[in-house]
């Protein structure tokens, strides 16, 4: 099992900058796919970043040059630097982790989600 706390969540400004921060109970990081996921009042939850466990990364459209994920395998944390924040990315914000065993094949966990509002 996998537990994933999010943290950094909050009410900013448009324009604005937070860091989101997902700390893993365990040390996955070096070989889960870890991604940050989004959803927005009545709409479907949307990948926002994905880092791969060889470290490739994919961001969606709507955030590329603003969004940033990376992770630190000691710490066993996964960030979001998100930057120039508009109201459109106002969402709660989960982490995610794909781990792969030969035993059980791919298994996804999900923390329990930060809220992120731009606004002003």
């Known amino acids: 099992q996998v537990q994933l706390v999010e943290s950094g969540g909050g009410l900013v400004q448009p324009g604005g900058t937070l860091r989101l921060a997902c700390a893993a109970s365990?040390?996955?990081?070096?070989?889960?796919?870890m991604g940050w996921y989004r959803q927005a009042p009545g709409k479907q939850r949307e990948s926002v970043a994905i880092m791969h466990s060889g470290g490739g990364t994919n961001y969606a459209d709507s955030v590329k040059g603003r969004f940033t994920i990376s992770r630190d395998n000691g710490k066993k944390t996964v960030s979001l630097q998100m930057n120039s924040l508009k109201p459109e990315d106002t969402a709660v914000y989960y982490c995610?982790?794909?781990?792969?065993?030969?035993?059980?094949?791919?298994?996804?966990?999900w923390g329990q989600g930060t809220q992120v509002t731009v606004s002003s």
């Open positions: 365990r040390s996955i990081l070096s070989f889960a796919n």
């Open positions: 995610n982790a794909q781990v792969y065993t030969a035993a059980t094949g791919w298994t996804s966990y």
